[in-house]
């Protein structure tokens, strides 16, 4: 529903958002407020009486908004530290093997190379069209065999064997949380419930009775604007890995440049 917005500039689509939802407060209340006065409805209307029942209804609607904005952005904010993680625990993972003798640490560093090579080149792009990539896991199978092959032969190795054997767990455990977080989203239920409580709430900004149209329309346009700018918000971050301008592979560029390439300072 929301794919298109992860395809164009932010700003761009934070106008185009404003724009659909103060036009909608502004023609809804165009057509409602003639409707209205035609049949001397507005006479009828005591605004204390309007004005109690929508501060209820746009207090609730607060909360289960700025409730779903913040889950929203705690997705984001997970997804970026899960990846920053794990490249992380990649890189400890290639500085243990780096005390493996040969030819040993060189397979081992080479098929290290191949799985970050995996996750930037392949997993990604799968990521920003919200796919999960399987093509990892044998990579990491093939990783696993040879270090779970080898035997150390004194105490050192066997120190850096079990660090080594560590940090691969944790890059297993990370690489999952991952492929979770880019499957996570906003129910489908509970975007209905945002949609359908925005149109509730700038639809009851309808019902006030104001002499100067401008200024109705003002206050509804307002109410909408925040609204929309919530809604984009939400829409925008649920789905952090997903278009153009979501969370780019950057930190695993990072390690394969200046960790594997060897021009770390």
């Known amino acids: 529903m929301t794919d298109w917005l992860h395809d164009i500039p932010s700003w761009l689509g934070a106008v185009m958002m404003l724009a659909l939802f103060v036009g909608?407060?502004?023609?809804g209340l165009a057509s409602t407020r003639g409707w209205m006065r035609r049949r001397g409805v507005h006479a009828l209307i005591d605004n204390n009486v309007v004005g109690w029942v929508f501060s209820a209804m746009l207090?609730?609607?607060?909360?289960?908004?700025?409730l779903t904005a913040v889950a929203s952005w705690s997705n984001a904010v997970a997804a970026a530290n899960v990846a920053s993680l794990e490249a992380a625990e990649i890189?400890?993972?290639?500085?243990?093997v780096d005390g493996y003798p040969e030819p040993v640490r060189s397979e081992l560093q080479r098929r290290l190379r191949s799985y970050l090579q995996d996750v930037i080149e392949t997993a990604w792009p799968a990521h920003r069209r919200g796919d999960v990539s399987h093509g990892?896991?044998?990579?990491?199978?093939d990783f696993q065999q040879v270090l779970y092959g080898f035997e150390p032969t004194t105490d050192a190795q066997k120190i850096v064997h079990a660090e080594a054997l560590d940090a691969f767990n944790r890059v297993v455990e990370t690489r999952r949380?991952?492929?979770?977080?880019?499957?996570?989203?906003?129910?489908?239920?509970l975007w209905t419930v945002v949609l359908l409580g925005a149109a509730l709430a700038i639809s009851a900004s309808w019902v006030f009775t104001l002499e100067s149209i401008q200024l109705h329309a003002i206050m509804s346009g307002l109410l909408a604007a925040m609204i929309g700018l919530l809604v984009f918000f939400i829409a925008v971050t649920d789905r952090p890995f997903h278009g153009a301008n979501g969370i780019g592979p950057d930190a695993y560029r990072l390690v394969l440049h200046d960790l594997l390439d060897g021009t770390e300072p």
């Open 24 to 27: 909608v407060a502004i023609g």
């Open 59 to 66: 207090a609730i609607y607060a909360i289960t908004i700025g």
């Open 91 to 96: 890189a400890a993972v290639y500085r243990d």
């Open 136 to 141: 990892g896991t044998g990579r990491l199978n």
């Open 177 to 189: 949380q991952r492929m979770e977080v880019v499957s996570r989203t906003i129910p489908g239920t």
